[in-house]
């Protein structure tokens, strides 16, 4: 289709009780997360005080010697030396750090590496190397990225909303979506995509 | 991805490892005002430091040059695809490699104005095809028949009568040794196989899986991090700082004071350099600095407001662009009109948070970081560091978005002069909360503007202007010339089919740091322009859409106005619909924008859809185009309706994403996108999608609820 448009999809209604479940995932996350740099904020201040931690970022592992009170997305990037994961607010407003922590979304900028040693994680380079990855491929497909810095965050955004919510209607995906920023605007097409990738799994699972 | 740049040496280089390669580019001879074709053999015999843009090797491996920053917008597809077409190569079997700063080989390289395709693609498919001919006739004389029996297709030359083919790379070598022809033969537009095709963008894989390298991805041996505590009101002095915690941290190496060029004047501040990006800002916490911010005004966004207001009412603007006698006409009209429109102040906010590596050395200086204009950096660098211009190698990353902010050099001073300071390769990181409060910023804007009606006719045009001008900040700026781009945005035909017209601006003069956003004065003209049009065309009791079309007589403007009549179903719209249109001009492209809104359950008003028809005359990429429409169009959302950088007691006050919102996933409606197709020069793609906008948008809804909005940014739940 050379000429033809390019379609988006309807604006959501308002947020409504189906979603209080993940609302309230997203409230206990947010919590815990505070929680932790509250407490690391007042029990180890006023100096670092370095430790060593043990972190397992993509099945393999790495051992960091770090501020207890760093946030994981700096050590996945310095000190893991894994530069997908990015930083783009570091006040968990805009998503662009997005990691998995024992399979859910989280924000690594808000979360201290002391709360994150020897838990699972998993970031973009951990969805493949080769882009086979349905999201990445779904991505690919619906050329959504421009800039592309905000994207790591958003695929993982959008994985974890497909492991959960197979079949997303418009309305899960704004809601699962509507914490990552695009300063480029590729929105309309993450939409695309999202429902792409769904569509990559649900054959693949049918394939098996 | 490779991303190592390619200078001549390094071609050279390449070709003695592989036997020969036939390297091409253009050569700028001084006074000249074509460039000319050269090889790198005859470069290199002339001693000249030759472009190149191709290259070949003995494996028929093509490498393409792209000399232009990538933001998002394309051109690490657009320039390929280019050459491709008329080179005859598979963009699969290309290696596209950023070029480094400098101008001298490849013109400007500034990436701005929209301008990488329209500025440079009949020189790349001049010496695309150059390149092709050349190959064609070196397999010609291996065969010895004539070059008109031969013709080029996917990396190979063809013999037509005997099939017999011969792979690029094995051609390289005779090419090389050819002259290179002084005019080529360039093909039809119907029979491009690789332009106007929507191509998947060639750094799209690099992006869904981390591996692109955006400035803050670039880490070098023995690299330090730097923060930077900058004074928050834009000409403030440094008195002293105390940094005694600051060195108590752990990683923290050095804290220096640092100045950097903005404009006519130095940013002054005091960075913390350490091992880590999180000690550095660590240390910065701690530290404590005293300011000196004397003898210059602390302004508010109210008094900015207040003065342009003023100026408006009691000053005549320094003219720019006029027509007849617009005062006699407006008294012999039969309606009049006058309103005011106001555009806030904006942060660009690029994803990436602007930062910078550089690596000071004694006798160079390098950069690498997300660089709009690489040679434009080498300029300001030069006399700033006290080094020769080619003694500073600038590398552009990937960037993540730049929209003007990028354009700008006051991070690449800044980062070469911390290196210089500690002595050592140093990435200097902006945070968020420096990205969003120091600028340049967007300019604020007021606009007034009156016009009269005679028999259903603009027969009179008044539109003046209060603002920052953004040229008079650099040193020396003559502070009474006029605005160049006053008239930005407003379509061209209306020159001719306005009898009595006036544009004038009123600079207004305050220590705000400003700069190019996304589509420049457009971005805010286009709002008062497109809102008046929609404004005499109520009083002149017209469908909007059928006033514009009445004065736009020109068929390329009729074509677009019909395009977006029929694509929006404008005649077919339902009762408890609201649509707006909007059509600007800017960067050498037409774009028209319609909005249709209605009214949620509970009263309040919501973007349904946006349709859009871009004409940018000649062009390389549907699908790029479609995606630039629909990113502007989400851009100038956010600016219409969710953000605004306001001042107070001279410093910006919205500081991170949670006061500065962003348009996110639920701010975005349907968004269609039309692309024209016809042969007339290249126009500009990244930013004219974003002036339309705002316009359509609050025509709409007028239409659908009687109430105009004449200032930004509006809250659609308070409409």
Same mark, same amino acid.
């Not at chain 2, 190569?89 to 700063?101: E, H, P, S």
């Not at chain 2, 070196?138 to 029996?149: F, G, I, R, Y």
């Not at chain 2, 040679?375 to 660098?381: E, F, I, T």
């Given at each position: 289709?050379?000429?033809?448009?390019?379609?988006?999809?309807?604006?959501?209604?308002?947020?409504?009780?189906?979603?209080?479940?993940?609302?309230?995932?997203?409230?206990?996350?947010?919590?815990?997360?505070?929680?932790?740099?509250?407490?690391?904020?007042?029990?180890?201040?006023?100096?670092?005080?370095?430790?060593?931690?043990?972190?397992?970022?993509?099945?393999?592992?790495?051992?960091?010697?770090?501020?207890?009170?760093?946030?994981?997305?700096?050590?996945?990037?310095?000190?893991?030396?894994?530069?997908?994961?990015?930083?783009?607010?570091?006040?968990?407003?805009?998503?662009?750090?997005?990691?998995?922590?024992?399979?859910?979304?989280?924000?690594?900028?808000?979360?201290?590496?002391?709360?994150?040693?020897?838990?699972?994680?998993?970031?973009?380079?951990?969805?493949?190397?080769?882009?086979?990855?349905?999201?990445?491929?779904?991505?690919?497909?619906?050329?959504?990225?421009?800039?592309?810095?905000?994207?790591?965050?958003?695929?993982?955004?959008?994985?974890?909303?497909?492991?959960?919510?197979?079949?997303?209607?418009?309305?899960?995906?704004?809601?699962?979506?509507?914490?990552?920023?695009?300063?480029?605007?590729?929105?309309?097409?993450?939409?695309?995509?999202?429902?792409?990738?769904?569509?990559?799994?649900?054959?693949?699972?049918?394939?098996? | 991805?490779?991303?190592?740049?390619?200078?001549?040496?390094?071609?050279?280089?390449?070709?003695?490892?592989?036997?020969?390669?036939?390297?091409?580019?253009?050569?700028?001879?001084?006074?000249?005002?074509?460039?000319?074709?050269? *090889?790198?053999?005859?470069?290199?015999?002339?001693?000249?430091?030759?472009?190149?843009?191709?290259?070949?090797?003995?494996?028929?491996?093509?490498?393409?040059?792209?000399?232009?920053?990538?933001?998002?917008?394309?051109?690490?597809?657009?320039?390929?695809?280019?050459?491709?077409?008329?080179?005859?190569?598979?963009?699969?079997?290309?290696?596209?490699?950023?070029?480094?700063?400098?101008?001298?080989?490849?013109?400007?390289?500034?990436?701005?104005?929209?301008?990488?395709?329209?500025?440079?693609?009949?020189?790349?498919?001049?010496?695309?095809?150059? !390149?092709?001919?050349?190959?064609?006739?070196?397999?010609?004389? *291996?065969?010895?028949?004539?070059?008109?029996?031969?013709?080029?297709?996917?990396?190979?030359?063809?013999?037509?009568?005997?099939?017999?083919?011969?792979? #690029?790379?094995?051609?390289?070598?005779?090419?090389?040794?050819?002259?290179?022809?002084?005019?080529? +033969?360039?093909?039809?537009?119907?029979?491009?196989?690789?332009?106007?095709?929507?191509?998947?963008?060639?750094?799209?894989?690099?992006?869904?899986?981390?591996?692109?390298?955006?400035?803050?991805?670039?880490?070098? +041996?023995?690299?330090?991090?730097?923060?930077?505590?900058?004074? +928050?009101?834009?000409?403030?002095?440094? *008195?002293?700082?105390?940094?005694?915690?600051?060195?108590?941290?752990?990683?923290?190496?050095?804290?220096?004071?640092?100045?950097?060029?903005?404009?006519?004047?130095?940013?002054?501040?005091?960075?913390?350099?350490?091992?880590?990006?999180?000690?550095?800002?660590?240390?910065?916490?701690?530290?404590?600095?005293?300011?000196?911010?004397?003898?210059?005004?602390?302004?508010?966004?109210?008094?900015?407001?207040?003065?342009?207001?003023?100026?408006?009412?009691? *000053?005549?603007?320094?003219?720019?662009?006029?027509?007849?006698?617009?005062?006699?006409?407006?008294?012999?009209?039969?309606?009049?009109?006058?309103?005011?429109?106001?555009? +806030?102040?904006?942060?660009?906010?690029?994803?990436?948070?602007?930062?910078?590596? !550089?690596?000071?050395?004694?006798?160079?200086?390098?950069?690498?970081?997300?660089?709009?204009?690489?040679?434009?950096?080498?300029?300001?660098?030069?006399?700033?560091?006290?080094?020769?211009?080619?003694?500073?190698?600038?590398?552009?990353?990937?960037?993540?978005?730049?929209?003007?902010?990028?354009?700008?050099?006051?991070?690449?001073?800044?980062?070469?002069?911390?290196?210089?300071?500690?002595?050592?390769?140093?990435?200097?990181?902006?945070?968020?909360?420096?990205?969003?409060?120091?600028?340049?910023?967007?300019?604020?804007?007021?606009?007034?503007?009156?016009? =009269?009606?005679?028999?259903?006719?603009?027969?009179?045009?008044?539109?003046?202007?209060?603002?920052?001008?953004?040229?008079?900040?650099?040193?020396?700026?003559?502070?009474?010339?006029?605005?160049?781009?006053?008239?930005?945005?407003?379509?061209?035909? #209306?020159?001719?089919?306005?009898?009595?017209?006036?544009?004038?601006?009123?600079?207004?003069? $305050?220590?705000?740091?400003?700069?190019?956003?996304?589509?420049?004065?457009?971005?805010?003209?286009?709002?008062?322009?497109?809102?008046?049009?929609?404004?005499?065309?109520?009083?002149?009791?017209?469908?909007?859409?059928?006033?514009?079309?009445?004065?736009?007589?020109?068929?390329?403007?009729?074509?677009?106005?019909?395009?977006?009549?029929?694509?929006? =179903?404008?005649?077919?719209?339902?009762?408890?619909?609201?649509?707006?249109?909007?059509?600007?001009?800017?960067?050498?492209?037409?774009?028209?924008?319609?909005?249709?809104?209605?009214?949620?359950?509970?009263?309040?008003?919501?973007?349904?859809?946006?349709?859009?028809?871009?004409?940018?005359?000649?062009?390389?990429?549907?699908?790029?185009?479609?995606?630039?429409?629909?990113?502007?169009?989400?851009?100038?959302?956010?600016?219409?309706?969710?953000?605004?950088?306001?001042?107070?007691?001279?410093?910006?006050?919205?500081?991170?994403?949670?006061?500065?919102?962003?348009?996110?996933?639920?701010?975005?409606?349907?968004?269609?996108?039309?692309?024209?197709?016809?042969?007339?020069?290249?126009?500009? $793609?990244?930013?004219?999608?974003?002036?339309?906008?705002?316009?359509?948008?609050?025509?709409?809804?007028?239409?659908?609820?009687?109430?105009?909005?004449?200032?930004?940014?509006?809250?659609?739940?308070?409409?």
């Amino acid at each position: 289709m050379l000429f033809g448009p390019s379609v988006g999809h309807k604006k959501p209604l308002i947020f409504k009780i189906p979603h209080l479940a993940e609302f309230l995932v997203f409230v206990y996350a947010l919590w815990i997360s505070t929680y932790a740099m509250f407490f690391v904020t007042f029990f180890l201040q006023p100096n670092l005080i370095m430790a060593s931690y043990t972190l397992k970022i993509n099945s393999k592992t790495y051992t960091v010697e770090a501020d207890p009170k760093m946030p994981l997305l700096w050590a996945i990037r310095d000190l893991a030396g894994l530069t997908g994961t990015k930083y783009g607010c570091g006040i968990a407003q805009c998503g662009a750090c997005t990691v998995h922590m024992g399979g859910q979304p989280v924000r690594s900028c808000s979360i201290p590496v002391s709360v994150a040693a020897g838990k699972d994680l998993t970031t973009i380079e951990g969805l493949s190397a080769d882009n086979t990855h349905p999201v990445q491929q779904a991505w690919i497909k619906e050329q959504v990225p421009q800039c592309g810095y905000c994207q790591s965050g958003q695929i993982m955004a959008a994985t974890a909303l497909l492991k959960k919510t197979p079949n997303p209607t418009d309305k899960d995906i704004d809601t699962a979506m509507q914490g990552h920023i695009c300063r480029c605007g590729t929105y309309p097409r993450i939409r695309k995509a999202i429902k792409t990738a769904s569509q990559i799994m649900n054959q693949k699972a049918s394939a098996k | 991805m490779e991303t190592k740049n390619l200078t001549r040496r390094n071609f050279i280089k390449l070709s003695s490892l592989t036997g020969a390669a036939l390297t091409i580019g253009f050569y700028f001879p001084t006074g000249a005002k074509a460039a000319e074709v050269m *090889k790198s053999e005859t470069a290199d015999n002339l001693g000249i430091d030759l472009n190149a843009w191709i290259s070949i090797d003995t494996n028929g491996k093509v490498t393409i040059t792209n000399h232009r920053a990538e933001m998002g917008q394309g051109s690490f597809q657009s320039v390929p695809q280019i050459i491709a077409e008329e080179l005859e190569v598979d963009l699969n079997d290309v290696r596209i490699v950023f070029a480094q700063g400098n101008n001298a080989k490849y013109g400007s390289q500034i990436t701005g104005g929209s301008s990488t395709v329209r500025g440079t693609y009949k020189k790349l498919l001049h010496l695309s095809a150059t !390149a092709r001919e050349m190959l064609i006739e070196a397999a010609a004389k *291996k065969w010895n028949v004539p070059a008109s029996e031969c013709y080029a297709e996917n990396g190979h030359v063809i013999h037509k009568p005997s099939g017999k083919k011969f792979n #690029y790379g094995e051609l390289v070598a005779d090419a090389s040794k050819l002259t290179p022809p002084t005019s080529v +033969p360039l093909k039809d537009p119907k029979d491009y196989k690789v332009l106007r095709k929507p191509i998947p963008r060639q750094d799209t894989p690099l992006k869904v899986n981390g591996t692109a390298t955006f400035g803050m991805d670039k880490k070098l +041996p023995g690299m330090l991090y730097a923060v930077v505590e900058r004074n +928050p009101r834009f000409q403030g002095k440094l *008195k002293g700082f105390d940094d005694t915690e600051t060195k108590k941290v752990p990683g923290v190496k050095h804290v220096i004071p640092v100045k950097m060029s903005v404009f006519n004047t130095f940013r002054e501040g005091v960075a913390v350099v350490a091992d880590s990006i999180w000690s550095a800002m660590q240390g910065r916490k701690v530290l404590k600095v005293e300011w000196d911010d004397s003898g210059f005004e602390h302004f508010s966004t109210e008094q900015l407001y207040a003065r342009m207001n003023d100026d408006l009412k009691t *000053k005549d603007g320094l003219s720019f662009r006029t027509k007849g006698n617009f005062a006699a006409a407006l008294e012999k009209a039969d309606k009049k009109l006058e309103a005011t429109y106001e555009t +806030p102040y904006e942060s660009h906010s690029c994803m990436e948070p602007v930062n910078c590596t !550089a690596h000071y050395q004694g006798d160079k200086l390098e950069i690498w970081g997300p660089i709009q204009g690489p040679d434009w950096v080498q300029d300001l660098l030069s006399p700033l560091m006290d080094l020769p211009k080619e003694k500073i190698i600038v590398n552009m990353t990937f960037l993540g978005g730049g929209f003007g902010r990028k354009a700008f050099m006051d991070y690449p001073h800044e980062a070469a002069v911390i290196s210089k300071a500690v002595n050592a390769p140093v990435q200097v990181v902006w945070t968020r909360e420096d990205d969003t409060t120091q600028g340049p910023f967007r300019p604020g804007m007021v606009y007034q503007c009156s016009g =009269g009606l005679k028999d259903g006719r603009i027969s009179a045009y008044k539109a003046k202007l209060a603002g920052q001008n953004m040229d008079h900040q650099w040193p020396g700026a003559q502070k009474d010339s006029y605005n160049g781009s006053t008239t930005e945005g407003f379509l061209e035909p #209306y020159f001719e089919s306005i009898p009595h017209y006036s544009f004038s601006d009123l600079p207004l003069d $305050v220590p705000i740091p400003v700069m190019w956003w996304r589509s420049v004065y457009a971005s805010t003209n286009g709002f008062a322009f497109e809102s008046f049009m929609d404004e005499l065309a109520v009083q002149a009791g017209k469908d909007p859409l059928d006033f514009r079309r009445q004065h736009l007589g020109e068929e390329r403007y009729q074509t677009l106005i019909n395009r977006l009549e029929e694509v929006s =179903g404008w005649k077919n719209r339902k009762k408890n619909e609201g649509y707006g249109v909007s059509i600007t001009e800017c960067f050498s492209s037409i774009v028209g924008e319609v909005v249709k809104v209605s009214k949620k359950a509970d009263g309040k008003v919501k973007v349904d859809k946006v349709w859009a028809v871009m004409d940018c005359g000649w062009y390389v990429n549907p699908d790029i185009i479609r995606a630039q429409v629909e990113g502007s169009i989400v851009m100038a959302i956010g600016a219409a309706t969710v953000h605004a950088t306001h001042f107070n007691d001279g410093k910006a006050v919205e500081q991170n994403f949670n006061t500065y919102k962003m348009p996110r996933i639920t701010d975005t409606p349907e968004i269609e996108v039309h692309v024209v197709d016809n042969e007339e020069k290249a126009g500009g $793609v990244g930013e004219p999608g974003l002036p339309p906008l705002s316009a359509a948008l609050t025509n709409a809804i007028f239409d659908l609820t009687g109430k105009r909005i004449r200032k930004l940014p509006f809250n659609l739940e308070e409409v």
